[in-house]
């Protein structure tokens, strides 16, 4: 039930910036606050981004989001290889009561 | 530091029952909401359920509603999912994580529900 886009793959080099997007729409992205989550091979998400641009502590400076009218990004910049991971945008909606929706996840390749 | 484990995966066959637990500890448990998560191994992931505070208030995803039931013993730092009717469908890992007013936050490590006959 992934109610939010993104590009299946995304890739780069070591130290290159990377960008993922997610779409969504007014009942999602569009009034609520995205949070970002990266999964690495055999683990659980991990929270990198919340209440759209937000780094937890412990998340490098490197991450970073954004968010604009029904859409959002994340940004990797300074490409690490121990990036190349699965990542899920994430919303709450409101045409879905008490749901909690998810993007359909991004892999990204470091090369 | 915030840990959730969860237990009581395995195989079971359609039309069967089981019952999930996660303990947790780090964090003063009654403060927070909490929810199931689950994911199809390869795919990606699902809200199945969350519960308030208290335990009075809960919410369940239309795929799961009438077979599934969230609970919650504050006394003893632990969430539940019973899961019941299982169908094929239903098979996944499936995560116990803390929500914040943005969404969750910290996650377990996941148990691996497999219905099959």
């Known amino acids: 039930q992934s109610v939010l886009t993104q590009p299946p793959s995304a890739s780069g080099t070591p130290g290159q910036r990377v960008t993922i997007s997610c779409s969504g729409s007014s009942s999602n992205i569009g009034s609520k606050t995205v949070n970002w989550y990266q999964q690495l091979p055999g683990t659980a998400p991990k929270l990198v981004i919340y209440?759209?641009?937000q780094r937890p502590s412990g998340v490098p400076d490197r991450f970073s989001g954004s968010k604009s009218g029904t859409s959002a990004s994340l940004a990797i910049s300074g490409l690490q290889s121990e990036d190349e991971a699965d990542y899920y945008c994430a919303a709450w909606d409101d045409s879905l009561t008490g749901l909690y929706v998810f993007g359909t996840g991004t892999k990204v390749t470091v090369l | 530091q915030v840990q959730l484990v969860e237990s009581g995966g395995g195989w079971v066959k359609p039309g069967g029952s089981l019952r999930l637990s996660c303990a947790a500890s780090g964090f003063t448990f009654s403060d927070y909401y909490m929810s199931w998560i689950r994911q199809v191994p390869g795919k990606g992931l699902d809200w199945v359920s969350y519960i308030s505070t208290g335990g009075s208030a809960m919410y369940y995803a239309d795929s799961v509603k009438g077979r599934f039931t969230i609970s919650r013993d504050n006394a003893k730092n632990s969430l539940y999912l019973q899961m019941n009717s299982l169908r094929a469908e239903d098979t996944a890992v499936y995560y116990c994580?803390?929500?914040?007013?943005?969404?969750?936050?910290?996650w377990g490590q996941g148990t691996l529900v497999t219905v099959s006959s």
């Open positions: 209440s759209n641009n």
């Open positions: 994580a803390r929500v914040f007013e943005g969404g969750a936050d910290y």
